[in-house]
């Protein structure tokens, strides 16, 4: 029969407090990891990316941890906005795989309250 | 630059029928890569193209195609069209291989596939 539809995890926060979204990956050799945003009909759109030689970067307001000894990914957005509410992706790829392959989590859904 | 533009946005078909979806990449980027994306499987990678050749494919059937012509644009066609290909249709470019410097995989706005 047909899988059920994916049930997203949402985070619910406070205008103005900080979030915090998780994603775990399995690949070992992904070593290029994306933070996507996708709000209600439109497609995902680039945050921040971050390298396996690298375990934190930090853009405006967000920032991108990576702990590979688990293989978790966390970003963090500072002073969460209305704006900010949407459906967030992790991807993973494996850098040197002779392509553009993105593997994606499953997202989670982050709602702003007022 | 412009972004990732896809035609049409949205699109109906019946079943059996084949359906032909286009993207333009960012100028310059050479890479196009296309997802699936339904509620019950997410975002899932189709195939990408690169200098016009398929570099990568994903797990889905033959009646999933696509190309990619001197001028980066992509196409992906599907033919005898069921109803799980309803989904929305992304499609992503970027310059060369990933990482690129502070240059990534950019999405397209998508085109929504609906089969009756």
């Known amino acids: 029969g047909e899988s059920v539809g994916l049930h997203l995890p949402t985070l619910s926060v406070q205008e103005g407090d900080n979030s915090i979204i998780n994603c775990a990956y399995s690949?070992?050799?992904?070593?290029?990891f994306i933070w996507y945003k996708q709000e209600s009909g439109k497609g995902p759109q680039f945050i921040i990316d971050i390298r396996s030689n690298m375990d934190k970067r930090q853009g405006q307001r967000v920032t991108v941890l990576l702990n590979k000894t688990v293989k978790h990914l966390s970003l963090q957005i500072a002073a969460t906005q209305p704006g900010d509410s949407a459906v967030y992706f992790c991807?993973?790829?494996?850098?040197?795989?002779?392509?553009?392959?993105?593997?994606f989590g499953t997202g989670t859904q982050l709602k702003v309250e007022l | 630059k412009a972004g990732v533009t896809q035609t049409p946005r949205y699109l109906i078909k019946t079943r059996g029928q084949q359906v032909t979806l286009s993207c333009s990449p960012i100028?310059?980027?050479?890479?196009v890569s296309w997802y699936q994306q339904t509620p019950g499987q997410g975002l899932q990678f189709l195939f990408e193209?690169?200098?016009?050749?398929?570099?990568n494919k994903g797990n889905f059937p033959g009646r999933f195609s696509g190309r990619q012509f001197s001028n980066s644009r992509s196409e992906m066609n599907v033919s005898t069209l069921e109803l799980g290909d309803s989904a929305l249709y992304l499609c992503?470019?970027?310059?060369?291989?990933?990482?690129?410097?502070?240059?990534?995989?950019?999405f397209g706005p998508g085109t929504r596939l609906l089969v009756l």
């Open positions: 991807a993973e790829t494996p850098v040197g795989g002779g392509g553009n392959k993105l593997t």
């Open positions: 690949n070992s050799a992904s070593d290029y």
């Open positions: 193209y690169f200098s016009e050749t398929q570099r």
């Open positions: 992503a470019s970027s310059p060369r291989e990933l990482p690129t410097g502070t240059e990534t995989q950019y």
């Open positions: 100028s310059g980027h050479r890479s």
